[in-house]
């Protein structure tokens, strides 16, 4: 007999159980794949429905919306469907194996009717993964050569003029010079006076004038020897200042070499003219590319993120047994349309084997994506170990990418218009241990540009540009990228450098040669004229000094014969020793 | 209002605060230590709370147990995890274990985790000592419907 009173509540329970899992197993695996999609992408994920059906494991999921957390009114990724099989033996094995599965009406882009942020202020303090910067970055690479060239040569040709600093030294040391000859002489002036006035005051006391005669005659001696020696100085400096000249002018050849150096326009890269013509154009493509391999990249780290809860325990893999990762998309189909070259693109594409374990799988991760339609592209991303690292690599081909009539380079300055037309793209990028190293290689063939604009300083540049620019038929650039995903460095080569750079090399080497030799021109007029002026007005007033000099010279003598007289003795013989020797023999 | 609607939670209620006879009180608190000591979210937990629910153990004192071992269960891991590895480890028993392992739903017992073996031995092996110690506790406390009947009537 059956214990209803036992079994009955028991039941109840049962039953609640299985009525919560059947009903609320759709909301609950709808929430919680919202609750993960937001939490890897940081914006906002809408599912429409879900519906699952656990015996035979599909599982289905309507109206797929992922916001962009960059610009929250779009969708990074939006989808009508997707099925998923589920593989229940793998399940059983605590495995979630998504055997084949098909995601249709993949849209990218789109706008969102609700805003897509988390939270308001999300899209402020994410800003950008780094692909602002390297706009900006490419953009402004080659734009300083330009403008920057000729105002900086002047700067620097200044700065380094030997001439100019000789002049400036010779300015300076000159002047001192002269005002001390000057002041030596003066300083002669004063001592004839002072003799004149000693030899006045001479009192007719013999003893007295005796002490004061001598006194005199050593002064008169010194004096003699200082005078001689002041006219040698200005004798020296006479040619000092010949010497100074010449070494002025050896200075002012130093310079004209100095000029040709700078006026060798080989310092003008053909590089920085490619980066200044196509760094804004090109921006775009690599920062798109580098902004989503980080984007998988994060989605898909290269290593197990750790568990948000504490592990408790390690779970043994036993010998013998494969280690399969816990979750695997082995193989799912992608279908849908998105924007390439400003142009809707229908695409097609598989990926494979995806897992956040790759380490445990036995084949590399693969997507590969092709349009269909007038663009033909093709993508094709595989990411691979090798020993304990993660190794992507991601290559893009693309016959016909449609290009509009551009403008290369800035429109202030030099910049070059090309027509319309379709380009080759194919770009390679290789990451390894957050490693970036990659090439982007852009050919437009049947190309016409022309002229856009020069800058009104380098007019002359005109005819050059427009020769090259008319004689260019296929535009050819590589762009090698290396260093981080999120720090990427470019270089951009491309056919147009090299042609505008000879162009430019020989219109420029005129222009700079003719603006560095106007400027030395005048800054040796400059100092020509100042040297000139002092030196005449030095030879002027050497003459005063000397002819104060020789007047000295001349009271010299005089009061020599004058104080001889005096004291009886002849002149020749005057001197401080010879007069007290002629006391002696007296 | 139809009192008779309520009667299924009525047998519920009746389900956790029933059955509780001395050995009844013994068993819920044995089993819910076991389910307390073992980390959840596996099926060996799962299929101890089933047993729990649906035998004639005091289901009460069964959840209070095992919500209260739940909350210091983690400071035994050391010991639970190095009997669990000194186990799952041995050389001798791998092919077996691999074996048991690829069965259908047996990974989702969580058996290969080291602390949820060796939770689950340290919880079968408290077990009977559980049950044998905490009668006399229940009887000296009478907290049991045996000390609660009154003296010369025999338990049925």
Same mark, same amino acid.
């Given at each position: 007999?059956?214990?209803?009173?036992?079994?009955?509540?028991?039941?109840?329970?049962?039953?609640?159980?299985?009525?919560?899992?059947?009903?609320?197993?759709?909301?609950?695996?709808?929430?919680?794949?919202?609750?993960?999609?937001?939490?890897?992408?940081?914006?906002?994920?809408?599912?429409?429905?879900?519906?699952?059906?656990?015996?035979?494991?599909?599982?289905?999921?309507?109206?797929?919306?992922?916001?962009?957390?960059?610009?929250?009114?779009?969708?990074?990724?939006?989808?009508?469907?997707?099925?998923?099989?589920?593989?229940?033996?793998?399940?059983?094995?605590?495995?979630?194996?998504?055997?084949?599965?098909?995601?249709?009406?993949?849209?990218?882009?789109?706008?969102?009717?609700?805003?897509?942020?988390?939270?308001?202020?999300?899209?402020?303090?994410?800003?950008?993964?780094?692909?602002?910067?390297?706009?900006?970055?490419?953009?402004?690479?080659?734009?300083?050569?330009?403008?920057?060239?000729?105002?900086?040569?002047?700067?620097?040709?200044?700065?380094?003029?030997?001439?100019?600093?000789?002049?400036?030294?010779?300015?300076?040391?000159?002047?001192?010079?002269?005002?001390?000859?000057?002041?030596?002489?003066?300083?002669?002036?004063?001592?004839?006076?002072?003799?004149?006035?000693?030899?006045?005051?001479?009192?007719?006391?013999?003893?007295?004038?005796?002490?004061?005669?001598?006194?005199?005659?050593?002064?008169?001696?010194?004096?003699?020897?200082?005078?001689?020696?002041?006219?040698?100085?200005?004798?020296?400096?006479?040619?000092?200042?010949?010497?100074?000249?010449?070494?002025?002018?050896?200075?002012?050849?130093?310079?004209?070499?100095?000029?040709?150096?700078?006026?060798?326009?080989?310092?003008?890269?053909?590089?920085?003219?490619?980066?200044?013509?196509?760094?804004?154009?090109?921006?775009?493509?690599?920062?798109?590319?580098?902004?989503?391999?980080?984007?998988?990249?994060?989605?898909?780290?290269?290593?197990?993120?750790?568990?948000?809860?504490?592990?408790?325990?390690?779970?043994?893999?036993?010998?013998?047994?494969?280690?399969?990762?816990?979750?695997?998309?082995?193989?799912?189909?992608?279908?849908?349309?998105? +924007?390439? &070259?400003?142009?809707?693109?229908?695409? *097609?594409?598989?990926? #494979? =084997?995806?897992?956040? %374990? !790759? /380490?445990?799988?036995?084949?590399?991760?693969?997507?590969?994506?092709?349009?269909?339609?007038?663009?033909?592209?093709?993508?094709?991303?595989?990411?691979?170990?090798?020993?304990?690292?993660?190794?992507?690599?991601?290559?893009?081909?693309?016959?016909?990418?449609?290009?509009?009539?551009?403008?290369?380079?800035?429109?202030?300055?030099?910049?070059?218009?090309?027509?319309?037309?379709?380009?080759?793209?194919?770009?390679?990028?290789?990451?390894?241990?957050?490693?970036?190293?990659?090439?982007?290689?852009?050919?437009?063939?049947?190309?016409?540009?022309?002229?856009?604009?020069?800058?009104?300083?380098?007019?002359?540049?005109?005819?050059?540009?427009?020769?090259?620019?008319?004689?260019?038929?296929?535009?050819?650039?590589?762009?090698? +990228?290396? &260093?981080?995903?999120?720090?990427?460095? *470019?270089?951009?080569? #491309? =056919?147009?450098?090299? %042609? !505008? /750079?000879?162009?430019?090399?020989?219109?420029?080497?005129?222009?700079?040669?003719?603006?560095?030799?106007?400027?030395?021109?005048?800054?040796?007029?400059?100092?020509?004229?100042?040297?000139?002026?002092?030196?005449?007005?030095?030879?002027?007033?050497?003459?005063?000094?000397?002819?104060?000099?020789?007047?000295?010279?001349?009271?010299?003598?005089?009061?020599?014969?004058?104080?001889?007289?005096?004291?009886?003795?002849?002149?020749?013989?005057?001197?401080?020793?010879?007069?007290?020797?002629?006391?002696?023999?007296? | 209002?139809?009192?008779?609607?309520?009667?299924?939670?009525?047998?519920?209620?009746?389900?956790?605060?029933?059955?509780?006879?001395?050995?009844?009180?013994?068993?819920?608190?044995?089993?819910?230590?076991?389910?307390?000591?073992?980390?959840?979210?596996?099926?060996?937990?799962?299929?101890?709370?089933?047993?729990?629910?649906?035998?004639?153990?005091?289901?009460?004192?069964?959840?209070?147990?095992?919500?209260?071992?739940?909350?210091?269960?983690?400071?035994?891991?050391?010991?639970?995890?190095?009997?669990?590895?000194?186990?799952?480890?041995?050389?001798?028993?791998?092919?077996?274990?691999?074996?048991?392992?690829?069965?259908?739903?047996?990974?989702?017992?969580?058996?290969?985790?080291?602390?949820?073996?060796?939770?689950?031995?340290?919880?079968?092996?408290?077990?009977?000592?559980?049950?044998?110690?905490?009668?006399?506790?229940?009887?000296?406390?009478?907290?049991?419907?045996?000390?609660?009947?009154?003296?010369?009537?025999?338990?049925?």
């Amino acid at each position: 007999m059956i214990r209803w009173k036992y079994v009955a509540p028991r039941a109840a329970l049962l039953l609640s159980v299985w009525c919560v899992v059947s009903w609320g197993l759709d909301p609950f695996l709808r929430w919680s794949l919202i609750r993960i999609g937001q939490g890897s992408t940081g914006a906002r994920v809408d599912i429409t429905e879900l519906s699952s059906a656990i015996s035979s494991g599909l599982l289905q999921i309507d109206g797929i919306a992922i916001a962009d957390r960059k610009s929250p009114q779009k969708n990074l990724l939006e989808a009508r469907v997707a099925s998923l099989q589920l593989d229940t033996g793998a399940l059983m094995q605590r495995r979630f194996v998504i055997s084949d599965g098909r995601i249709s009406g993949i849209r990218m882009g789109t706008v969102r009717e609700q805003s897509g942020a988390l939270i308001p202020t999300t899209t402020s303090q994410t800003g950008t993964v780094g692909g602002g910067n390297l706009q900006d970055k490419l953009e402004s690479l080659g734009k300083g050569w330009l403008d920057g060239r000729s105002q900086q040569l002047q700067k620097d040709l200044e700065n380094s003029f030997d001439s100019v600093r000789v002049a400036r030294e010779l300015g300076k040391r000159w002047p001192q010079r002269y005002s001390q000859m000057e002041s030596d002489v003066q300083d002669v002036s004063k001592e004839t006076e002072a003799l004149v006035a000693m030899v006045k005051q001479t009192s007719d006391n013999p003893l007295r004038a005796l002490e004061l005669y001598q006194d005199f005659a050593v002064r008169a001696d010194s004096l003699r020897k200082r005078t001689q020696a002041v006219r040698e100085g200005l004798s020296q400096f006479r040619d000092q200042i010949g010497q100074d000249k010449k070494l002025l002018e050896e200075a002012k050849r130093h310079d004209e070499e100095l000029i040709r150096q700078h006026a060798n326009l080989e310092t003008i890269s053909p590089e920085a003219i490619s980066e200044y013509l196509l760094g804004r154009e090109l921006a775009a493509h690599v920062s798109t590319a580098t902004d989503w391999v980080q984007w998988f990249r994060h989605q898909f780290p290269a290593k197990e993120a750790p568990a948000a809860a504490p592990v408790r325990g390690e779970d043994i893999v036993f010998r013998g047994m494969p280690n399969l990762p816990k979750f695997l998309i082995r193989h799912l189909a992608v279908e849908g349309e998105g +924007i390439l &070259g400003n142009e809707p693109v229908k695409f *097609v594409g598989e990926m #494979s =084997n995806v897992t956040n %374990q !790759l /380490a445990m799988s036995d084949a590399p991760m693969t997507l590969h994506a092709q349009t269909q339609g007038t663009i033909l592209a093709e993508l094709h991303a595989v990411r691979e170990t090798e020993g304990e690292n993660i190794k992507d690599r991601v290559v893009i081909n693309c016959l016909r990418f449609p290009l509009p009539e551009r403008k290369l380079g800035d429109q202030n300055q030099l910049s070059l218009i090309v027509s319309e037309g379709h380009a080759h793209i194919w770009s390679q990028l290789e990451i390894a241990n957050n490693d970036l190293k990659g090439e982007l290689r852009l050919k437009q063939e049947g190309v016409s540009m022309r002229t856009g604009s020069v800058p009104v300083h380098l007019a002359s540049f005109q005819n050059s540009v427009d020769q090259v620019a008319s004689s260019t038929k296929d535009l050819e650039v590589l762009v090698q +990228i290396d &260093g981080s995903p999120a720090r990427p460095h *470019v270089r951009v080569v #491309s =056919n147009l450098g090299p %042609q !505008l /750079a000879q162009a430019v090399r020989h219109v420029a080497q005129q222009e700079v040669t003719r603006r560095a030799e106007t400027l030395v021109q005048a800054s040796q007029k400059e100092i020509d004229q100042q040297l000139a002026n002092f030196e005449s007005k030095l030879l002027a007033e050497q003459q005063q000094l000397l002819g104060k000099l020789k007047i000295g010279d001349e009271q010299i003598q005089k009061l020599t014969a004058e104080v001889a007289d005096r004291m009886g003795i002849s002149k020749k013989y005057f001197s401080a020793e010879k007069i007290i020797d002629n006391i002696l023999r007296r | 209002m139809d009192w008779q609607l309520l009667s299924p939670l009525r047998s519920v209620l009746n389900l956790i605060r029933g059955e509780r006879t001395r050995h009844q009180l013994a068993l819920g608190l044995a089993l819910g230590l076991v389910i307390g000591l073992l980390p959840k979210g596996n099926l060996t937990a799962v299929l101890f709370a089933t047993l729990l629910l649906a035998t004639r153990v005091n289901t009460g004192m069964g959840l209070l147990t095992a919500f209260c071992i739940s909350w210091i269960s983690p400071g035994f891991d050391p010991w639970c995890d190095a009997v669990g590895r000194g186990i799952l480890t041995y050389g001798g028993w791998q092919n077996q274990f691999a074996a048991w392992y690829q069965l259908p739903l047996v990974p989702w017992f969580g058996l290969h985790n080291t602390v949820v073996l060796g939770s689950l031995i340290f919880g079968c092996a408290a077990f009977l000592p559980a049950y044998y110690l905490s009668q006399p506790l229940f009887a000296y406390c009478k907290l049991d419907k045996d000390s609660q009947r009154p003296s010369g009537e025999s338990a049925s």
